[in-house]
């Protein structure tokens, strides 16, 4: 990619759509290779306004970390400065203050104002801001991660959302204080959702089509898998911890797995994404009803309620919160111009992506949760950040593709299973 020099102010070569994680570590890596980058966002807005206060990361501390090329603000030295100390699980507040701490750092001339369309323009993209102001780029990498991709069972459809809610649309538990709530899943977001009203006040009940399975219970584990962690400790554990053993190892290099067929990604995404929650939930949970393995047959309006019909039985309920996750669609990014959504290649709802996440709309590249059809699970999470930021940089930069292969290459595989050659190459890069 050429780099224009000289451009009016309200131009740029890369335009980032989207301040979280994901959008903060690629301008800082874009930024590192001399690209002339704006990032439009509020800094971990996402975080900020769509997740519950109290909530803890479910990664671990090494994959929570958002990536910078030459391995510095790490959450280490966030905690450092802040005199802060490390806590055995990382509470959300604790990492946007990270984030934004990160932001001051890579992109302190963010632009707040929220980007309400992108259209396509001769030789890039016309993006329009709130305020009515255009900005032209050459380049435009969505990193909008997942609001507006909330997923609502066709049960509940039509009923208000004063009564049923996604569990993104709240953040403060304590307004159910007294109300009895049906939480509706069984993945980490249901569980915590319903361990953080329950200590609310509110009396919860959890529904489920399946059984809750716990992540990293030694109870599911195989006597296969048991011998080999005793033997191994912790070598045998991935640095991201994203799915089950062994698959949990090939997450680690979304390279690889972007070499896939589709149909083995789609089985793989599958397989490493299904609803889990983290064992240290389950304490908080044991004075909560549960009823798993039963479907939702109906939900109708009953007045200032919600009337549920189960295959087994009915409820009759304040508040029904729907904890039941994300479904990524093309259709749903409402920002895109109609004429750039059309030309998006997909497999399924997601779009198909290049080496370098560019679609098939020259110079419209998409990271996060977007990304996920194509290169694997780790691109749900925070640790998959790096890969997506070094690869858009090695695709838009100007460094040589051997340099940046070599480091690259190295890192997606599975050299990110020891910490200690983990370190060592965030000190190369």
């Not at 939900?299 to 309620?305: H, N």
Request: net charge positive; hydrophobic share 40%; with cysteine.
């Amino acid at each position: 990619m050429n780099i224009v020099v000289n451009r009016p102010d309200n131009s740029c070569d890369v335009a980032i759509i989207g301040a979280g994680p994901y959008g903060l570590a690629t301008a800082a890596h874009l930024r590192a290779v001399d690209v002339s980058v704006r990032v439009f966002g509020e800094a971990m807005s996402f975080w900020r306004r769509n997740m519950p206060i109290g909530m803890k990361l479910r990664s671990p501390w090494i994959a929570t970390h958002i990536a910078e090329p030459r391995g510095r603000y790490r959450l280490d030295d966030y905690f450092g400065e802040m005199g802060l100390a490390r806590p055995e699980l990382l509470p959300v507040e604790n990492f946007i203050d990270y984030g934004t701490w990160f932001k001051d750092r890579v992109a302190p001339d963010l632009d707040t104002r929220t980007v309400v369309r992108v259209a396509p323009r001769d030789g890039g993209f016309r993006l329009v801001l709130e305020d009515g102001e255009n900005i032209f780029a050459s380049r435009v990498v969505m990193a909008t991660g997942l609001l507006h991709h909330e997923h609502r069972p066709a049960e509940f459809d039509g009923l208000p959302r004063s009564l049923v809610s996604h569990s993104c649309e709240h953040t403060d538990s304590a307004q159910f204080r007294g109300r009895r709530v049906a939480v509706i899943g069984r993945g980490q977001s249901a569980c915590e959702s319903a361990a953080l009203l329950h200590e609310a006040g509110a009396d919860v009940e959890i529904i489920c089509r399946g059984r809750l399975v716990w992540n990293a219970d030694p109870g599911n584990r195989s006597a296969l898998r048991n011998g080999v962690r005793a033997l191994l400790g912790k070598a045998l554990i991935p640095p991201s911890q994203v799915g089950p053993f062994p698959y949990n190892w090939l997450v680690e290099a979304p390279a690889f797995i972007h070499h896939l067929p589709a149909a083995a990604r789609d089985r793989l995404n599958e397989h490493c994404l299904h609803p889990t929650a983290i064992l240290w939930l389950r304490p908080r949970l044991q004075d909560i009803p549960r009823l798993e393995g039963t479907r939702i047959v109906a939900a109708r309006r009953d007045g200032d309620r919600i009337a549920l019909t189960l295959d087994g039985g009915s409820r009759c309920v304040d508040h029904v919160l729907l904890a039941t996750g994300y479904r990524m669609s093309v259709d749903k990014m409402q920002i895109l111009d109609p004429q750039l959504r059309s030309r998006i290649v997909r497999h399924g709802d997601s779009p198909v992506l290049s080496a370098g996440f560019e679609s098939s709309v020259a110079g419209l590249h998409f990271i996060g949760a977007a990304a996920v059809s194509s290169f694997g699970p780790l691109l749900r999470f925070i640790a998959g950040a790096g890969f997506a930021a070094r690869r858009v940089a090695r695709a838009l930069g100007n460094r040589s593709r051997s340099s940046r292969a070599g480091a690259d290459g190295h890192f997606d595989l599975l050299a990110q299973g020891a910490p200690a050659l983990l370190d060592a190459e965030r000190k190369r890069l």
